[in-house]
């Protein structure tokens, strides 16, 4: 494969050399609600620093340093959001309060949220970029007729694009139309809306991507399942997401576990060709550069 993309495609595709920076801004999760009870804490590690999730009994959550800087000094909490059941908190390389808001989700006629957790040893950078790597979805995961239903689009912290393909059902024959619909915010919360077409199910991924240290990430994959029918399909709804969402989870830890050699073996490439069929990638790395806000011009551009 020779033949380049059109200059929009590949716009953003510049020099970049070493490894890609953990000084990124954006909202990351640290956990799942259910992760911490009532009256409990847990130790997580942050952008190489150690904090404490506490929860109060009556419920109120925030994050503390795990260090006190000083014998007898004031820890100042770190505000974290729970959103449908994910913790999700605010992060930038110079501190301060947020720069713009997590997006509203819809959370009428869905299931609670089932999600699987594992380390991986790369970059959000790179698990978001499989958003937009057209190529990967049937070199790594088998899927057919892959072609984009509706085209990117930026918008400020915002990156969205729209699949559609024919995917086959993990351990068995069978393989069904889906239509992948990607909403991206920062390089910590991806939100891709999916299902069969023509058919009741609607799904919902997050994946949800936080550096614990440099070049090691926390990696989150939590989906949730609604069903649009009739009488007889609502009167069984609630029975009918939870086994619909086990199953969804199931194919998505599949996939994780698919992508997880590539993620771990990827080398950042100066000037990496980019040619037909691997999709947007150039308006992607583009799209990411804002969320290095100490280190423009170098990392992030690539």
Not at 18 to 45: M, Q
């Amino acid at each position: 494969m020779s033949a380049l993309l059109d200059p929009e495609l590949s716009a953003g595709m510049t020099a970049m050399s070493g490894a890609l920076s953990n000084e990124i801004a954006g909202w990351f999760c640290v956990g799942l609600s259910a992760d911490v009870a009532p009256g409990t804490a847990k130790p997580l590690r942050f952008f190489g620093r150690d904090y404490v999730l506490l929860r109060t009994e009556s419920g109120a959550i925030s994050m503390l340093d795990a260090l006190c800087p000083h014998l007898g000094a004031d820890l100042e909490p770190t505000p974290v959001l729970e959103r449908v059941g994910l913790l999700m908190t605010w992060r930038h390389p110079r501190g301060g309060p947020p720069e713009w808001a997590l997006p509203d989700w819809d959370e009428s006629g869905f299931s609670a949220v089932r999600g699987v957790h594992t380390r991986v040893s790369t970059h959000p950078q790179d698990t978001s970029e499989n958003s937009v790597d057209l190529g990967h979805f049937s070199t790594a995961h088998g899927y057919k007729d892959v072609h984009i239903h509706k085209p990117i689009e930026v918008a400020d912290q915002r990156l969205s694009i729209t699949y559609r393909m024919v995917r086959s059902v993990p351990n068995t024959r069978l393989s069904m139309p889906v239509q992948f619909a990607v909403d991206m915010w920062g390089l910590g919360l991806s939100i891709v809306t999916f299902g069969v077409i023509d058919m009741p199910f609607e799904a919902r991924l997050f994946i949800l991507a936080s550096p614990s240290d440099v070049g090691k990430v926390e990696l989150r994959a939590v989906t949730q399942v609604r069903v649009r029918g009739g009488l007889l399909l609502n009167a069984v709804a609630p029975w009918v997401r939870d086994v619909a969402n086990r199953f969804v989870l199931h194919s998505v830890s599949h996939d994780v576990e698919q992508d997880r050699s590539m993620w771990e073996h990827r080398q950042v490439m100066p000037r990496p060709r980019v040619v037909q069929g691997d999709g947007p990638i150039g308006r992607y790395r583009s799209y990411v550069r804002q969320f290095y806000p100490t280190v423009l011009g170098s990392h992030g551009q690539g």
